[in-house]
């Protein structure tokens, strides 16, 4: 069974369009997480969430909006996507000070 | 802005070999943890450590976490192939938030 399971796994979009990717945990955390991967593979936190609200939003464009109809759920719509948007995204979900498990991750190129 | 440096970027060594890859920072976390990633795979956790002064050992690998909190070190003996990977630390800065170093890529040569 996959603990944090993101889909899709890659997505190529034309500048412009309207995205989303979904993220679900079987793990019974509380907290979720969205991560952006640049190409040199720093990880920067977007946007966290417990249990259903939004805790965490660093300074991310409003046109990402992350959604969770419940704790197990969390995910990203991107609006009109920008080539500076490609990147690897990265859902992750924790318990209290335990570490994260993250999923897969989707590589999104924008073109 | 809390900020996690690592060092170094990247290393190449033979098998065999040992190797010690840090992780910096001028602030205090409540915890530390260490992380390996796999092309194409998410970041998976290797340890935490919590206390200052605190030493984990897992098989090779070897973690402390520096007196003072800001600091922390992973030391890998005898590296083996297996362990060629990207190594990432991340400090917790509260708020259920994690800031990541920027990663050590680890090439571990037959």
């Known amino acids: 069974d996959t603990a944090v399971s993101q889909t899709p796994k890659y997505l190529v979009t034309q500048m412009g369009n309207d995205k989303s990717i979904k993220c679900e945990q079987n793990?019974?955390?509380?907290?979720m997480y969205w991560y952006k991967q640049d190409s040199k593979k720093f990880l920067k936190i977007m946007f966290s969430?417990?249990?259903?609200?939004?805790?965490i939003n660093e300074t991310v464009p409003n046109r990402f909006s992350p959604k969770s109809p419940d704790k197990a759920h969390l995910n990203l719509h991107i609006n009109s996507l920008e080539l500076g948007d490609s990147a690897v995204y990265f859902c992750a979900s924790s318990q209290s000070r335990d570490g994260y498990t993250f999923g897969s991750g989707t590589r999104l190129t924008v073109v | 802005t809390q900020l996690l440096e690592q060092s170094p970027q990247f290393l190449s060594i033979q098998e065999g070999e040992n190797l010690t890859v840090y992780c910096n920072s001028s602030?205090?976390?409540?915890?530390l943890q260490w992380y390996r990633q796999e092309p194409g795979e998410g970041p998976v956790l290797l340890v935490t450590?919590?206390?200052?002064?605190e030493v984990k050992k897992l098989k090779r690998l070897t973690f402390q976490f520096g007196d003072a909190r800001k600091d922390s070190s992973l030391h890998i003996t005898a590296a083996q192939p297996g362990d060629t990977g990207l190594y990432l630390c991340a400090g917790a800065a509260g708020a259920q938030k994690l800031v990541f170093g920027q990663g050590t890529r680890l090439t571990i040569n037959p």
């Open positions: 969430y417990n249990n259903k609200e939004l805790i």
């Open positions: 450590v919590v206390t200052g002064g």
């Open positions: 793990l019974g955390h509380d907290t």
């Open positions: 602030s205090v976390f409540s915890s």
